[in-house]
């Protein structure tokens, strides 16, 4: 068997030569979509700078402000990828987006403020007749093909997408003894930062939605589930089995990054509140503990136990994925607030100032003082979710109002 001195060709090619020239056509061909997509991003970009930005700032519909919420950056996006579509047609790809790429801070103040910008055209929409007019009017032109402005919007989102399948095409079938490679390398790296932060933004914006629809199905204003840092993980019904007895009771849970949420149903009487939960603890994760009593292998249901410093739970299901599913959120939340809490105690050392002999024995005599008040021991573990009763305005107050009262308080444990 002889070797030859060729590398084997994935197409059937049976030189080098023959795969190089594939390349260059892969390449030409990526170079001339990217041309063929910039030249009809720009003309939809200078669309809607024209119809909207320009016009609206001329008869001062809406106030700069305003403009600037719904608009963001799109006058500064058009220059630069003006900029860009000059370089590409007169064939200085590297040249023309290592340009753009020192540009793309006004990308990322466009990401930033998508979901505030579709926040403000609803507002405007139903607080002014006028810019609605003028919206379907504009709307209604045919170079924008029956597009709504908030598609439009969106425009300078998807391009970035584009552009990282774009670039990563143009990348994988440029020789790295090219001198463009380079450029297209660190271009791809700069839009794929972009693009991570368009992903990371979508998920704050989804979390978002899904922490302030959990508050909105819990009864009353005591029980807070938005606070900064915490993400919703998921929800379900699960059995609570008490330690004496055997009649297990059902509770709704809420399970987010830094604690799990018991709740119960409201009373389905009430036509207000009939579809709403009241929240009754709140179990911080900090120090939880969960393993499988039983369920370990494929049956129906299974059993877990969650330890904490003051309570101890049971919690069952019937369903053996939903229990499974249950099992490895919860694992994974005190896994990761664990291990973000120890990398905080490493730093804590490093972040304390040199104390003197003088200001050491004061401190000492601080938190001997403060030691006495048993008020100062207690962890604030609830700081982030505010559970209490009501306060009682009246002492004449009925038994019906009491029993309200109780029920719509949440305890941290």
């Keep these: 068997m002889s070797f030859s001195p060729r590398p084997p060709s994935l197409s059937g090619c049976n030189s080098i030569q023959e795969q190089r020239d594939r390349w260059e056509k892969k390449c030409s061909r990526a170079v001339q979509e990217l041309v063929q997509t910039e030249q009809h991003y720009c003309q939809q970009l200078e669309l809607v700078t024209t119809f909207f930005v320009e016009i609206l700032k001329a008869k001062g519909t809406l106030k700069e402000d305003v403009r600037e919420g719904i608009f963001s950056s799109i006058k500064s996006i058009l220059s630069m990828n003006l900029s860009l579509l000059v370089h590409l047609e007169n064939g200085y790809v590297g040249k023309g987006l290592e340009q753009f790429c020192s540009h793309l801070h006004h ?66 079938n440029t020789s790295p003894d090219n001198p463009a490679y380079e450029q297209l390398s660190k271009a791809l790296a700069a839009v794929c930062e972009v693009s991570q932060r368009i992903h990371d933004n979508a998920q704050r914006h989804e979390n978002h939605q899904q922490l302030c629809r959990v508050q909105k199905l819990l009864k009353g204003r005591k029980t807070r589930v938005l606070a900064p840092g915490r993400w919703f993980i998921r929800e379900g019904w699960l059995k609570i089995v008490p330690s004496k007895g ?77 229990f499974n599913d249950w099992y490895q959120c919860l694992s994974s939340a005190i896994r990761k607030l664990q291990s973000k809490h120890t990398v905080l105690q490493r730093d804590e050392p490093c972040r304390r100032p040199v104390l003197s002999p003088v200001d050491q024995t004061n401190s000492v005599r601080k938190r001997n003082m403060t030691s006495i008040n048993p008020t100062n021991n207690v962890q604030n573990t609830g700081a982030e979710l505010e559970c209490s009763a009501p306060k009682r305005t009246k002492q004449s107050a009925d038994a019906q109002q009491s029993e309200e009262a109780s029920t719509s308080s949440c305890v941290i444990l």
């Design 107 to 172: 990308y990322n103040a466009y990401v930033d403020n998508i979901y505030n910008a579709n926040k403000v055209l609803a507002i405007q929409l139903k607080k002014s007749k006028a810019f609605r007019r003028f919206k379907k009017l504009q709307e209604a032109r045919p170079e924008f093909n029956n597009q709504k402005l908030e598609d439009l919007l969106q425009m300078p989102v998807q391009r970035i997408n584009q552009y990282e399948h774009l670039l990563q095409d143009l990348a994988a």
């Design 246 to 322: 055997t009649e297990t009771k059902p509770k709704m849970f809420f399970l987010f990054s830094d604690l799990l949420l018991e709740a119960k149903p409201c009373s389905p009487l009430s036509v207000s509140n009939g579809k709403k939960f009241v929240g009754q603890h709140a179990y911080p994760l900090q120090d939880a503990a969960v393993e499988k009593v039983f369920g370990h292998t494929r049956s129906h249901g299974g059993l877990l136990s969650l330890t904490f410093p003051k309570a101890k739970l049971l919690l069952m299901s019937n369903n053996h994925d939903d």
